[in-house]
């Protein structure tokens, strides 16, 4: 068995394709930008937040797989993606070379990333939740008629800026959003994203630090 790193992952052609169908149907069903970009930012963030919290370096790698590997899924269907991804990310690692162990810890954070059935069940899952949702901006947004926007687009175009700050002495996450409120009351962003900002807080707490949530330069959470 192989240690497989994320730059292995990237590599495999069958992630690339994956990926590729995966961001043609969301083109498709008119959904925000889950691209490259998007599986990059997330697998780099939640590296980052183990490393940043003294998590071993193993873990952390794992981590950054699961964040490049979390929304395969939507190559199948948007509906369950969390899942039908957890089981094609295992399959394609154990192919890879990766002990079953491992790769079990993958699908198990990618079987939970999702706020309608998922929540943090182990370090891994946490940090892929935290990374995951808090990537709001509003270069998600592929629709640039601003008359056609639904609330979704709406909410994602007014964050004009967006950062995750994880620090270890102040057992803390902040995530900081400028929001245009010409564009998007606040309280249109709570109506949307309520229910990922208390899994933010949940997978915050599994790792034992506290999730605050900073718009405009006020707390919210």
Partial sequence: MALITIEDVRKYEEVKTFL??????????????????HVEHVSRTAGKILTS????????????????????GNAVNRVDHAQSGALLAYNILVKMGMPCAEASEIMLAIGNHDEETGTAVSNISAALILADKSDVHRSRVKNRDI???DIHDRVNYAVESSSLAVCRDKKSAVLELAIDTKICPVMDYFEIFLARMTM??????????TFQLLINGTRLL
Avoid: C, W
């Avoid at 069903?29 to 490259?36: A, I, K, N, P, V």
């Avoid at 933010?200 to 630090?209: K, P, S, T, V, Y």
């Fill in 20 to 37: 590729i169908i995966a961001e043609k149907q969301m083109d498709v069903l008119g959904y925000t930008e889950h691209s490259f970009r």
């Fill in 53 to 72: 919290l003294g998590f071993p370096e193993r873990e952390a790698e794992l981590a950054r797989i699961a964040g490049y590997l979390h929304d395969i």
């Fill in 147 to 149: 008359t056609t926007f």
């Fill in 200 to 209: 933010n807080r949940r997978a915050a707490e599994f790792l034992g630090i």
